[in-house]
């Protein structure tokens, strides 16, 4: 069978000098497998009947793939029995519209579960809508950077929005959303902002069911099934491949959604389906199951957490001389640094451009900022190797050294 | 780096069985892939930097990637320039939803973009609209069979639907809504219905755009964009893996939508963005590309049609000796019967039930029909062998000849 796999085989123009660069990428954009989950995937690629790649998700042997996916994320996330997982098709901003249509009806707007109940007391102060002018109960969003804006703006297109600045954050005193005007149907927050480099330390404290996009943190922290009612996740930067998106929903959340919501958007639908109302993303949900089970294997997600912190801790060791000499600047403040996509800035355009072509050189790629933030962006994935995480630490110690004292010395700032 | 991808990697217990399983599938559901396609997906997924699973898409070699499948596409269908093209995530059913929201705007609904043309004259007598009791401009669906059911249920939600029955669309002399009371936004057809059997010879004339799900027949033979504005498919089944939808749709289609459309289904955002309004699925778009090149280099579409013409005739003359004997029944009416989905009943459920397991024995896999229409089900996708084609044929006639005379001869029926 391995010579099935030859590296003979040919190889699209596009992706051929892609696979043969050496190095570590530290993408934002996709996480690195392990080779472990990599090899597996290559392995079960093979030619035959039996090719993953051709597994019909009709079959019993994609039934139980996809419920021993679910159940080991139950297991690493300690997910109670009341909430439902969802296996759904394409990029969590999928759910930025999916969240508010399925949790933001208004009365008289034709819900589909007529017993569906509320987890919390916040009915909506819904009235009958005219669609383009509608107005629906309203949610509060925490606005923490770049992706939970762009969580703002599709639920804008859906409901009426109140938004919360960080500063109102970090001065709420309890729940983030007891002093509102009127309750709110939830609280939207991305605890994790990849753009910015920003992290939550904890779930804040919530009245309304707190939904929250992990797409770049799940799996590497344990979650607070107390406080969070709904968590969302692309796999393809912590748990797998592009093309699937994980839902965790409370189920007394389920079933009370838009009539014109598109059926397989909705939430109750999709969990009274198994996530099968159409043809599921079969080789993302296995990618996911051999992450998943790799977790497992290494510690779980206490082990992930761990090895998190030492892996920040090493870059931020390896950042002190620089950050001193004003040279590395990070891009969040002190207590709100994210762990898994640490984010700083250099003193100028030029000298950022010079770090980045040295990087490159280095075989250390894609460490440019978002290009709406601009900066500098080390993402630091479930399945980044150790290897990469020291390559880079001596890295950004090695330029800080060899640029103090010459060009950056003189533009540096004290902190 | 053939030694990456030995056989003895682990494998997750639900693909265990399925993996070492001989013979042929002929799933409806997925598609086989040639031996040389599976390959080279197992070769790019080999663990490394340069690994498939972890190309991020914000890369150039993403960029190129979907642009080379793109222009493979359109070599092999001859797409016009006047015609974008869309990848988009999950299965074909999502655009079941995202067809009447894209096209079937009312006035006063908020359309997206003001100067968007009509390519027909039908102008949409739609009026300002309450969501929930929503009157649009109404469109057309052939009701075909199992799946334009499916497409019309979901059009339902979000438009005002007419529905031509089958024996009206045989007897259209022209054009098939010209009789119609009031101009259609679009008609909306699918060609081969899988379930049924089911499949329109050619695409037929009509004077609103039309809209096709290709989802079990794009690439099997050439398609008609004089006829055709809108075509979409899954590509689990003609032309890859599940999690990746095509669109084609022309231009002048675009960037009239509903207000209150998920961005992410909105034709004319996604054609503005290239498709990457969000992650897009990288691993079902890397396999369609080395489909649609094998594909090319065996000939291309022309190539494949005669193919399938050759192997459906084949099938049913290995069919002929037990349809004489009343033992093979086909489901669609001769003119009607699908290339793709050949399907047919057994006189009663126990002879189906022996077909089904004496198939099954003879490595003859996933014949079962659709759970909706019962009988056998043949699906002769483009990724199928040659071999498993003559396995099929040769069971086909051995199962007949065994049967006439004994069991099966007490309930023959002159067709």
């Known amino acids: 069978m391995a010579s099935r796999c030859s590296p003979e085989a040919a190889c699209p123009a596009a992706f051929r000098a892609w696979r043969t660069q050496p190095g570590y990428s530290f993408s934002a954009a996709a996480g690195p497998l392990p080779a472990a989950v990599a090899h597996e995937v290559a392995e079960a690629c093979r030619p035959g009947p039996g090719s993953i790649l051709s597994l019909p998700f009709t079959s019993s042997a994609y039934r139980d793939l996809q419920a021993e996916t679910e159940a080991c994320l139950r297991r690493l996330l300690a997910i109670p029995d009341a909430f439902a997982v969802l296996f759904l098709a394409g990029g969590a901003s999928a759910q930025f519209a999916a969240v508010p249509m399925n ?34 109960a309203s949610a509060l969003y925490i606005d923490s950077g770049h992706w939970s804006r762009r969580a703002i703006a599709e639920a804008r297109r859906f409901a009426r929005v109140a938004v919360r600045e960080l500063a109102g954050v970090s001065r709420a005193a309890g729940a983030l959303d ?14 994790n902002e990849t753009a910015d480099g920003l992290q939550f330390a904890q779930l804040p404290p919530t009245r309304a069911p707190l939904v929250a996009d992990l797409s770049s943190e799940l799996l590497t922290r344990p979650l607070d099934w107390q406080r969070l009612s709904l968590a969302y996740a692309g796999t393809q930067k912590t748990i797998g491949t592009p093309g699937l998106s994980l839902v965790v929903i409370r189920r007394t959340l389920l079933g009370r959604v838009r009539a014109d919501i598109p059926r397989l958007m909705d939430y109750g639908a999709q969990a009274e389906a198994d996530s099968r109302l159409c043809t599921p993303p079969v080789l993302p949900v296995f990618v996911a199951h051999r992450m998943l089970h790799w977790i497992e294997a290494a510690g779980g997600v206490a082990a992930m957490a761990a090895r998190l912190h030492g892996r920040h801790a090493l870059i931020a060791a390896a950042m002190a001389e620089g950050e001193a000499a004003g040279l590395y600047r990070w891009m969040a403040p002190a207590g709100w640094r994210s762990r898994v996509n640490p984010c700083f800035r250099l003193p100028d355009e030029e000298t950022t451009a010079r770090f980045l072509d040295a990087a490159e050189a280095a075989g250390l790629r894609d460490l440019r900022g978002h290009p709406a933030r601009g900066g500098v962006r080390l993402s630091l ?34 902190t």
Chains 1, 2 share one sequence.
């Open 103 to 136: 949790l933001l009806v208004a009365e008289g707007h034709g819900a589909a579960g007529a017993g569906a109940r509320r987890e919390t007391g916040a009915e909506a102060p819904g009235t009958a809508v005219a669609a383009g002018a509608a107005e629906f």
């Open 381 to 414: 994935y479930n399945g980044l190797s150790d290897a990469a995480v020291e390559a880079l630490a001596d890295f950004l110690a090695r330029f800080a050294r060899g640029r103090v004292g010459s060009g950056i010395a003189r533009c540096g700032r004290g």
């Open 178 to 191: 007891e002093d509102a005007a009127h309750p709110f149907a939830y609280v939207h927050l991305t605890p």
